[in-house]
């Protein structure tokens, strides 16, 4: 039986990926080939949306499949049975579209690393008060960088993983603006190309947005 670590601990090994990829694909079996050539192309954390079919089935595939140091997780977690599948398909994290204060009790419960949708300063606010530092900003265009900045003013421990039109153009305006990792989605997951050319195409896309997120020398 693998022991899952704490929910503090994956927090951390997510903020050193850097870039959480989002494969928000057509179909499980395509989520496991490209999310399988994005960390082959150095991805280190992956999230599988519950818009993607039988998303639980790609989630267990992969964390059985991927080394223990990449991070596999559900995201677009809308219901305590979302919850429930991802748990029992032994996804490492847990990301939700909003703050759901319900399915975030749950999560806390359970003892999995939950990271919250957050837009709004009471939202951020709120989610602070019940526990959670790691926090999604979505969407985080049009708002952009300037958005997510003034939203730490205010909040200064708030850590904040920008998500929704995030790339590798402006991967570095978000991680100078205060970002502690970044959630990409369409950019190394782009669903028509790898449905027309294939899941290898997101190799060179995953390369992209490491590169785009990588520490800059001072």
């Known amino acids: 039986m693998t022991v899952k670590p704490p929910a503090e601990e994956v927090s951390q090994q997510l903020e050193q990926s850097r870039v959480l990829g989002i494969a928000r694909l057509g ?18 954390a992956v999230e599988v949306p519950y818009t993607v079919p039988d998303a639980g089935r790609a989630i267990a595939e992969l964390r059985a499949g991927l080394p223990a140091a990449v991070l596999v997780g559900a995201g677009t977690v809308r219901h305590t049975a979302h919850l429930e599948d991802a748990l029992a398909s032994g996804a490492d994290f847990v990301v939700a579209p909003g703050l759901d204060e319900r399915l975030a009790e749950a999560a ?25 530092g790691l926090l999604k900003l979505f969407p985080a265009l049009p708002a952009g960088p300037e958005y997510l900045a003034a939203l730490l003013q205010p909040f200064p421990e708030a850590r904040f993983v920008p998500t929704g039109g995030v790339g590798p ?50």
Request: proline share 3%; aromatic share 6%.
């Open 27 to 44: 179909h499980a079996r395509l989520v496991v080939e490209a999310a399988a050539a994005a960390v082959a192309a150095g991805l280190r």
């Open 108 to 132: 806390l419960a359970a003892g999995v690393l939950f990271i919250p949708g957050v837009y709004t300063a009471s939202e951020v606010e709120r989610a602070l008060d019940l526990g959670f």
């Open 169 to 218: 153009k402006n991967a570095g305006a978000f991680l100078r603006r205060g970002a502690v990792a970044l959630g990409m989605g369409s950019s190394i997951f782009p669903a028509r190309r790898v449905e027309s050319e294939g899941a290898q195409v997101v190799a060179s896309l995953a390369e992209a947005a490491l590169a785009a997120a990588a520490p800059k020398a001072a």
